[in-house]
């Protein structure tokens, strides 16, 4: 259950790092609203799946969630490059990511 959590935190903190694109620096309140409620989940979510999974095992696999899901939605969302060299650090990330799973 613990990695179903971390795994919605995740979906959480590419929630909130896309939200902080829509904000215009804090100055739409409905897109401040959602990005920061996104952020406390996230957090929240994280902080629960923390209690049984390995602080840097959790943190790492919340992290390159985010990064990674951020990458993709950047992508789609706002058109951002699409190199190999991009698509080959995601994958790097993703098999740091599958390998602390593993190793768990």
Request: with cysteine; hydrophobic share 60%.
């Amino acid at each position: 259950m613990s990695w179903i959590i971390l795994l919605l935190a995740g979906v959480c903190e590419i929630g909130w790092a896309v939200g902080l694109k829509y904000t215009d620096g804090f100055t739409r309140p409905l897109p401040t609203l959602l990005t920061v409620t996104a952020m406390v989940f996230s957090v929240a979510l994280l902080g629960l799946a923390m209690k049984e999974l390995p602080l840097g095992t959790a943190y790492a696999i919340w992290t390159g969630i985010g990064a990674v899901g951020t990458v993709i939605a950047g992508i789609i969302l706002f058109g951002e490059a699409v190199t190999p060299l991009r698509l080959v650090s995601v994958a790097l990330i993703v098999c740091g990511l599958l390998g602390l799973k593993l190793s768990h």
